[in-house]
């Protein structure tokens, strides 16, 4: 029992409840001593399956430890502790208490054996993160976190639907492989899918996390995707499906990705496009496609961290992300600069940053299965990200025409967590084998040939050069002060409109009705008219059934919407 | 960088030159000149056959992000929104 008892999961979230108790330096401790504590509890222990008990006659198992969980284990507590100093200047509690348990919650679910539990730790991840985006106080970022929450909440349920489908048809509750055929798996999977923002069930991601506070954003960016991705690769391993899903990730975001205007949802769509490349290797399911995954996801985690911090120092110290009002920032931020320009590199895979290493691995299996259209567009994807994230970033916020705005550094906790970041994300790119030798299965990859670098480094060059070229011709689109609408739009717009104008019609045919019933109820006398008329028990309960009716319709349009 | 214009009592610094940016410019061209230029001198590999075609990921990664830029351009024109969309009625 002691490793139930250690369980990095529970210091996170015992130890983020304990934070609103402290005050300036004592909780500048704890919260870099937390992640730090959970470190030491992951390290301590044992490989194994623990805390098995029987819950209403099923078997549960809260913790089990094996290659795939305590690489995310340790890379989720890797982002904690970088969240966690980034966030060191922030006064608001409400911040870090949720970003503790948030993180806490995600490394509980990626450590339980069983869906039920994966289930209590998947719908915390929802209502502790929503607090992050809350946090902005502003009445958008309200609206936008109760649309997170309301997605979120859905996975959940899905998830608890497909896990109860499972138990009736099986008797288990056992977090294995699932599959799409097993009974409850197709719930299962649209669970996940909503959580790793599969294509038209993605827009949560971008609509809310820019909306969090600076710190917010980089706590978000690393857990809710990424326990998706874990989640998938344990329970749909080689299912073809997700080779097409990840794919589509892979390529359409970043056409929203160049024309996006606010620098943290350009950053929040090529998030999405990189969650893209881990769905195709869990659906190619070999196990250099897997490792290229779970690579993949570590190394992603630290690089999008980073990317994140740098655009949250640059909106904390000048007030605004939007590319169409930055610029020129390098002479007043260049520290910030440099890292922002480490894990670009990283996201675009320049050989020696650390995205090099993982991503390969994806590409190679994809090549050596022979899936060519796949990989084409995975070596597009790779080209885009380069010129959104790698170069549209950076350029933009730091570069371009000199905005003439002028701003102090970041904070110096903000450098020191993006200082951690980028020398791990240049440590795993120089010397991959520590990681390598993490990985679920035995590696036997060697990212670093001539062959290899050279080819990366002409896909790299010369889609800088289409960049400059385009720049240079003034064909690139200036960044505008311009939203982009998306799959939000079904229900931010015409799924309210059409609500509306259903209510409209609605209203009429129940005055017609009740028109028709005091009718009826003239000629069939007044017994009919005591019961049905104007005054009578149906015309009565119509408020109360066209209520019922509106929550029905709702959650059908809801559900409907995430099936589609 | 193509505004160079130093605010008053701030150093001149070397990006704010105009020809200091066109030798970036013209370097990301020499750049990919040597990337091509060395690709006889080392024996390419790769898992699909035509990967392995006389500078395929250079031209490849030319003419995709052209063909995104140009893309995306277009498509802004149909998903443009004015900043406050969604928060009007």
Known sequence: MSAIELSPAWVLILGGALVPLLRGAARAVWAVALPLIGMAALAALPMGEFGQFSFLGYELMLMRVDRWSVLFGWVFLIAALLSAIYSLHVRDWIQQAAGFCYAGAAIGAVFAGDLLTLFVFWELTAVTSVFLIWARRTERAYRSGMRYLIVQITSGMLLLFGALQQVTATGSLEFGHIGLDAPGGLLIFIAFGIKCAFPLLHNWLQDSYPEATESGTVFLSAFTTKLAVYALARGFAGTEALIWIGALMTAFPIFYAVIENDLRRVLAYSLNNQLGFMVVGIGIGTELALNGTAAHAFTHIIYKALLFMSMGAVLYRVGTINGSELGGLYKSMPYTTVFCIVGAASISGFPLFSGFISKSMILSAAGMEGLLVAWLVLLFASAGVFHHSGIKIPYFAFFAHDSGKRCAEAPANMLAAMAIAAALCVGLGVYPAPLYAMLPFPVDYVPYTGSHVLAQMQLLAFSALAFAVLMRTGIYPPEQRWINIDSDYTYRRLMPRALRLAARGFDAAHAHAIALAGGLGEMLGGRLRSGYGPEGRLARTWPTGSMALWAMVMLLAYLLLYYL | ?89
């Open chain 2, 1 to 89: 960088m193509t505004e160079a214009k130093p605010k008053d009592g701030e150093r001149s610094r070397w990006l704010d030159r105009k020809e200091n940016v066109d030798k970036v410019y013209w370097g990301v061209w020499v750049l990919c000149a040597l990337l091509i230029a060395v690709e006889p001198l080392v024996h390419m590999h790769a898992e699909i056959a035509f990967a392995e075609w006389f500078g395929f990921h250079g031209w490849y990664g030319f003419v995709a992000c052209v063909a995104l830029v140009l893309a995306a351009k277009g498509l802004r024109v149909l998903l443009r929104r004015p900043e406050d969309f969604y928060e009007r009625d």
